[in-house]
């Protein structure tokens, strides 16, 4: 990805200098289409590459004739707003390691719709699961808890996470985690070939449904103790609580998991401008879901 920092620039670090860097649409323009295209023009129709077309926000394909906006097929897909509002909502989104609600993002943009806030940052929590995929590797600990939803009564949702564990050194890594509806053999399957990679040492618990199903890609240890990756499940909780104060449902819940490891994870990348990058590959090359595809019911969060 093009840097934004020069010799002689370098990564804002407030909104001010933030605005200054981007202070109008046409530098917001540049700067897209620069980072989706930037070998040039590439017609999502037709795949014909325009090295010569210049920044638009619409483009019409030379070779067949195909319109296309810098936001077709991208997390910004169809929207009324500014690309600049997209842009510093994307840094202020990574700008900070705690995270942030609905009601910070439509305080910040001054938006009249707390529904335009929330489906924004849902789509942001999307580009962070596609830009945030790679798996976990090495020596991996896997292990399973519950949380508490506070926006469900009584509700309490089951979550497996694996935990990388850095040797010599013994310190956690990269963090995956998924929101399952029952805990077996099938479930554990799945997570396993989604987010670890094979040939991996799996610190497992020594009981079912841990003692079953898919191992044979992986070098498997039983531990009657997994502390480390239940801890990640627990911490997750607290965080969910403090930030969005019990207003979660189970059916959302995956994109909060995939805010949380991406967090954790980009904790680990050089510098802030490291992680506006890495989540603006998602924002970029991620195609979205509607409002109503995210939601079938008034949400929160």
């Known amino acids: 990805m093009q840097a934004i920092v020069t010799q002689n620039i370098r990564f804002p670090e407030t ?3 933030f605005k200054k860097l981007f202070p109008d649409e046409e530098a917001s323009l540049r700067f897209l289409f620069n980072k989706r295209w930037p070998k040039g023009f590439v017609c999502s129709y037709c795949n014909w590459l325009n090295a010569e077309q210049l920044p638009a926000k619409t483009i019409t394909c030379s070779h067949c004739g195909h319109p296309t906006s810098i936001t077709t097929n991208t997390v910004m897909h169809g929207t009324k707003k500014s690309l600049s509002q997209w842009l510093i909502c994307i840094w202020w989104f990574t700008a900070t390691e705690g995270g942030h609600s609905a009601k910070d ?3 910040l943009l001054k938006l009249s719709s707390y529904q335009t806030a929330w489906t924004w940052l ?3 929590r999307m580009a962070m699961s596609v ?3 790679r798996q976990c590797r090495d020596t991996v600990e896997i292990s399973s808890d519950t949380i508490s939803l506070g926006g469900e009564t009584r509700a309490k949702a089951p979550i497996l ?3 990388e564990i850095i040797l010599p050194a ?3 890594g990269r963090i995956k985690m998924k929101s399952i509806g029952t805990l077996n053999s099938k479930s554990v399957g799945n997570f396993l070939n989604e987010h670890i990679l094979p040939g991996s040492s799996l610190l497992i618990p020594d009981s079912e449904p841990f003692t079953t199903g898919e191992l044979e890609s992986f070098i ?5 103790t997994v502390d480390r990756s239940r801890q990640i499940i627990k911490s997750f909780e607290i965080w969910l609580n403090k930030i969005h104060r019990g207003g979660v449902v189970a059916k959302h819940l995956q994109l909060y998991l995939d805010e949380f490891c991406f967090r954790s ?3 680990m990348l050089p510098d802030s401008e490291a992680i506006f990058n890495l989540l603006l590959t998602g924002v970029i090359g991620n195609k979205p879901l509607s409002y109503k595809s995210l939601t079938s019911e008034a949400a929160k969060g």
């Open 15 to 17: 909104r001010e200098e």
């Open 105 to 107: 993002l439509q305080r």
């Open 122 to 124: 849902q789509k942001l």
């Open 131 to 133: 830009s945030d995929n």
């Open 161 to 163: 996470a694996a935990a």
């Open 170 to 172: 013994g310190i956690t």
């Open 220 to 224: 498997t240890v039983r531990s009657a």
């Open 265 to 267: 994870n980009a904790a």
